[in-house]
Each structure stands twice: as C-alpha cells, then as structure tokens.
T-cell receptor, first 115, second 109 residues
Framework: DAGVIQSPRHEVTEMGQEVTLRCKPI?????LFWYRQTMMRGLELLIY????????DSGMPEDRFSAKMPNASFSTLKIQPSEPRDSAVYFC?????????????FGSGTRLIVV | AQRVTQPEKLLSVFKGAPVELKCNYS??????LFWYVQYSRQRLQLLLR??SRESIKGFTADLNKGETSFHLKKPFAQEEDSAMYYC???????????FGAGTRLFVKA
C-alpha cells in the first residue's frame, strides 16, 4: 500500500482563488481526517469522515472551507475564496477503528501559500 | 475538557544524553494515548501507542493515570532523533484524536 496520498504537494495561489486539496486514504480505512498545521496554532482538526459521511466539521474555520468524500478512496478539501491566513500545511490522515484506535496514518501534506 | 499539554516547546540535549518529553492530559476516563513524530518537512508518523507497551527507536512511554501523564523517554539520544514530537489522546469509544502543541527536540553533536 502506498499509504495516504495527497496532492498537490505544494500550492501557491492568489488571494480570492479557489483551492482544492485532494486525498486518497489507505484502502480499507473507514475514517478520514483533515488537519491544518501552522506555527501559531499547531495541528487543528478541521473535519473527519466515517464511511464517507462527515461526522464532525466543527473545526472548519469558515464557510469558505468545504470538504467532501464522494467514495471510500477519495476526499477533497476546498477553500473558496482563499485568503492569506489560510496559508498552512494541510494534512489528510486515515485510520480504521476496530474496537479501539490504532492511530492515524498521515499523508505527506499539502503546503498552501496564499499571496 | 479534553486537553493534551506539552509544556516544552523546545528541548535541546546532547547526543548520548537521556531525553524525556513531557505530556500531560486532561480526561475523565481511560483514553488511548499516542506519540507521533514529524521529521523535518515530512509527514507525521505514529511512533508508539500506550496500549502496545512497545519500544520504538529506543523510545518508551509509560502511562501514569495518577499523574495523568504519558512522558516519552529515551536513555541515549541520537542526532537523528531531532524532530517534532506530538502527544495525542483519543477518547475510548470515540475517535476524535486531540493533539498537543508539540515539542521540538534538538539533539546536539
């Protein structure tokens, strides 16, 4: 298994543009998480899915952020319109909960810079 | 409230010295605890889980329920241990993992 795959690895965009981040979880994992990492705020959970259904999106900062998981092998995080304060590394992680948590497998992250 | 506290933002030790990264948690119950490591510009990786009672790369962590702590220890630090370390908590029966702010470990030659 290639692990959790995220794309793109880097994204530089202008303020106001739409940004779409993509994630392919590990096959068989039924939980998918989107995190944002910044120097100031550390790791923040944005949203997570179970069996493709959004369970908790309380960490999504604003309506400009949206996430979807149309099937078990693909998820997107969209920011529209993007702002400079959205600049961060966005991580996707997946896991399987078999009675207890066995920890997450993280992707390599997408480094987003909004200018 | 559920909380994970890592009191040290930066920890600097010499190669060969013992290292302890502190983690305290706040949770009224029996959570599952983890340590993750992030090497420079790489993905976060699970280092160890308290349920496994394992030793990974020479690191161990003991859950102390009385002190609500889960400190990460290594008797002899190596330069390649330099990284960011995150302590994390997952409630039993739940799945929303909470991460601490992280401690940057710098091992000097």
């Amino acid at each position: 298994d290639a692990g959790v795959i995220q794309s793109p690895r880097h994204e530089v965009t202008e303020m106001g543009q739409e940004v779409t981040l993509r994630c392919k979880p590990i096959s068989g994992h039924d939980y998918l998480f989107w995190y944002r990492q910044t120097m100031m705020r550390g790791l923040e959970l944005l949203i997570y899915f179970n069996n493709n259904v959004p369970i908790d999106d309380s960490g999504m900062p604003e309506d400009r952020f949206s996430a979807k998981m149309p099937n078990a092998s693909f998820s997107t995080l969209k920011i529209q319109p993007s702002e400079p304060r959205d600049s961060a590394v966005y991580f996707c992680a997946s896991s399987s909960y078999r009675g207890r948590s066995y920890g997450y497998t993280f992707g390599s992250g997408t480094r987003l810079i909004v200018v | 409230a559920q909380r994970v506290t890592q009191p040290e933002k930066l920890l600097s030790v010499f190669k060969g010295a013992p290292v302890e990264l502190k983690c305290n948690y706040s949770y009224s119950g029996s959570p599952e605890l983890f340590w993750y490591v992030q090497y420079s510009r790489q993905r976060l990786q699970l280092l160890l889980r308290h349920i496994s009672r394992e030793s990974i790369k020479g690191f161990t962590a003991d859950l102390n329920k009385g002190e609500t702590s889960f400190h990460l220890k290594k008797p002899f630090a190596q330069e390649e241990d330099s990284a960011m370390y995150y302590c994390a908590l997952s409630p039993p029966g739940g799945f929303k993992t909470i991460f601490g702010a992280g401690t940057r470990l710098f091992v000097k030659a």
